[in-house]
């Protein structure tokens, strides 16, 4: 079974070692990063879950993001992180 994590609305700069400290907790089994209260997500975040993300695929686990939010979506794309960090049914949708 997924664990899952629910982001909060703001992932700024005070958000990031608690996010990491919650991904680390969870590290070694699947999971499930629900992303549609997001409103704000900063660079740091986003390369927690960067790094998150590659750190669930060394271990051979699943890693997901569900249904990220429209700023979410917007965000990863203008930092060019899409691609690393979407499913292919978020990547390319207009806002």
């Known amino acids: 079974m997924a664990a899952a994590i629910a982001l909060p609305?703001?992932?700024?700069?005070?958000?990031?070692?608690p996010l990491k400290a919650a991904l680390l907790e969870r590290r070694g089994a699947a999971i499930t990063v629900e992303a549609d209260q997001v409103r704000r997500l900063g660079g740091l975040c986003l390369q927690v879950l960067l790094a998150a993300r590659k750190a669930w695929d060394r271990d051979g686990q699943s890693f997901s993001i569900k249904?990220?939010?429209e700023a979410f979506v917007e965000?990863?794309?203008?930092?060019?992180?899409?691609?690393?960090?979407?499913?292919?049914?978020?990547?390319?949708?207009?806002s």
């Open 75 to 94: 965000t990863t794309r203008l930092f060019g992180a899409e691609g690393a960090l979407l499913s292919a049914e978020f990547q390319g949708a207009e």
């Open 9 to 17: 609305e703001t992932l700024d700069l005070k958000a990031a070692a």
């Open 67 to 69: 249904g990220p939010s």
